[in-house]
Structures are given as structure tokens and as C-alpha cells.
């Protein structure tokens, strides 16, 4: 199952990662997970959010630029070796990983943002192997579900 991700290009200026967040606040957009990196002239927020399709279009609206890019979710147990265990599989079948980022999450599982150089590929590889990916809904709604 293929999510998708909210990507912001923001300049290195002050206050503009502040501005995308409260973008998101004023539309009550949750942020259930995100990675930042940047360079000395700008950052790439990538973010896992409660409704991209309306993310990217305040987003845009307010001036940022923004897009949606699929990623995947997989769901590994918490305990030592599993994430080298996923990697193996991917590495093995001469998959890349382009980044990755920790989904926050309820449970005691972790599950991993990737994206990889191809997803239906490592879907279908990490199925075959065991590991189960979350759906849109359990990504973008993952915090919600900490509290019930």
C-alpha cells in the first residue's frame, strides 16, 4: 500500500518552517510524522500528514512549494536486527533506499517511511518476506489512534 507523503521545499530564512506549520494548524492538518534537511539555502520538509491532498493545496495557496510523493510504510518490531533484516531484503534485490524516517506510532511496533527506488517492487518483496505496510488511513491517522 502505497501513502503518500507531503514534501515542502522552504527557504533558510526564519520563520518559514513556523509558517507551514500554522498553515497546517489553521486547516486542522494533524503532522503525524516528519524528517527535515536542509542545506545552508534551503530545506526539504517531508511529512506524513492527516490529509495530504489538502495539505499541498493550503500549502500552496500560502505561497510554499509543496508536492506529494508515494512512499511506504513498513512495520517492524522493536527489537535489535529488524531494520538491518528489511534493509537485507530490499539491498538483496538490488533495491535503493532514498530516504527513510520513522512513522510515529501506538503500538509497540515502529513503523519506517521509505522511499524506495521501486515501490511496487519492495511492496511486493517485503510482503513475500513477512512484513506487513500500513494503509493511507493507519499512517495519516496514526496519532488519532494513540488516543482512544
Do not use: W
Not at 54 to 70: I, M, P, Q, Y
Amino acid at each position: 500500500m502505497l501513502i503518500k507523503q507531503l514534501s515542502v521545499f522552504i527557504e533558510n530564512k526564519e520563520g518559514r518552517l513556523e509558517g507551514v506549520t500554522q498553515v497546517l494548524m489553521e486547516h486542522n492538518i494533524n503532522i503525524a510524522s516528519f524528517s527535515l534537511a536542509d542545506t545552508a539555502e534551503y530545506g526539504m520538509l517531508r511529512m506524513i500528514v492527516s490529509d495530504p491532498d489538502e495539505g499541498k493545496r493550503v500549502l500552496k495557496e500560502e505561497g510554499f512549494s509543496a508536492k506529494l510523493t508515494d512512499v511506504i510504510a513498513v512495520k517492524i518490531p522493536q527489537k535489535p536486527g529488524t531494520l538491518h533484516e528489511v534493509l537485507k531484503v530490499l539491498f538483496d534485490a538490488a533495491l535503493s533506499v532514498e530516504y527513510m524516517y520513522t512513522l510515529a506510532t501506538a503500538g509497540r511496533d515502529t513503523s519506517i517511511i521509505m522511499k524506495v527506488s521501486d515501490l511496487e517492487k519492495a511492496l511486493e518483496l517485503l510482503k513475500e518476506n513477512g512484513y506487513a505496510v500500513c494503509t493511507a488511513k493507519e499512517a495519516y491517522e496514526i496519532n488519532n489512534n494513540s488516543n482512544k
